[in-house]
T-cell receptor, first 112, second 111 residues
Framework: DVKVTQSSRYLVKRTGEKVFLECVQD?????MFWYRQDPGLGLRLIYF???????EKGDIPEGYSVSREKKERFSLILESASTNQTSMYLC???????????FGPGTRLTVT | GEDVEQSLFLSVREGDSSVINCTYT??????LYWYKQEPGAGLQLLTY???NMDMKQDQRLTVLLNKKDKHLSLRIADTQTGDSAIYFC???????????WGAGTKLIIKP
């Protein structure tokens, strides 16, 4: 079974803090993704990575950065958290282009 | 641009069939997916269909694809309380990496 894990299920941070969200997959997948999920908006892609050290901006990259130093790990960084970044963050991985994505359980981030 | 549309809510009685609909714009999609998200959890793949198929059945689930109308549906027979979830439709689109996602349909089961 593919397993995608995320470092925290719930996180509360203050405005202006630097926030790290970590994601690890154990199936040697090439592609990894970070989404945010907000009610009524579905999933919006923040960044994705198709190889180690390679990344591409998604639909809403502003205010976020990512890091992929190892194939199994993909980190999402909020350089200076703001209240409008309060959301559910979902990490996913996929074997190859166009294949199904496997999701982690999500991190619910609250920025106060 | 590419777009996938779903209604936000569907309410059905326990034991009835649920039909969740999705329309998409990109006719070059190779795969179309249905994902399920239970409360407080991540998304899990429920089923998928290749674009050259019209129908796929898997136990209580039936997926119908109308390529001409760019319409995808998920039918859940004998809907149970455990089927309460948000159901997302997604397509591969013309991107090599991304899936194009619908906003999700929340399925509400009435006793």
């Amino acid at each position: 079974d593919v397993k995608v894990t995320q470092s925290s299920r719930y996180l509360v941070k203050r405005t202006g803090e630097k926030v790290f969200l970590e994601c690890v997959q154990d199936m040697d997948h090439e592609n990894m993704f970070w989404y945010r999920q907000d009610p009524g908006l579905g999933l919006r892609l923040i960044y994705f990575s198709y190889d180690v050290k390679m990344k591409e901006k998604g639909d809403i990259p502003e205010g976020y950065s990512v890091s992929r130093e190892k194939k199994e790990r993909f980190s999402l960084i909020l350089e200076s958290a703001s209240t409008n970044q309060t959301s559910m963050y979902l990490c996913a991985s996929s074997r190859d282009t166009g294949y199904e994505q496997y999701f982690g359980p999500g991190t619910r981030l609250t920025v106060t | 641009g590419e777009d996938v549309e779903q209604s936000l809510f569907l309410s059905v009685r326990e034991g009835d069939s649920s039909v969740i609909n999705c329309t998409y714009t990109d006719s070059s999609s190779t795969y179309l997916y249905w994902y399920k998200q239970e409360p407080g959890a991540g998304l899990q793949l429920l089923t998928y269909i290749f674009s050259n198929m019209d129908m796929k059945q898997d136990q209580r689930l039936t997926v119908l694809l109308n390529k001409k109308d760019k319409h995808l549906s998920l039918r859940i027979a004998d809907t149970q309380t455990g089927d309460s979830a948000i159901y997302f439709c997604a397509e591969t689109g013309d991107s090599n990496y991304q899936l194009i996602w619908g906003a999700g349909t929340k399925l509400i089961i009435k006793p």
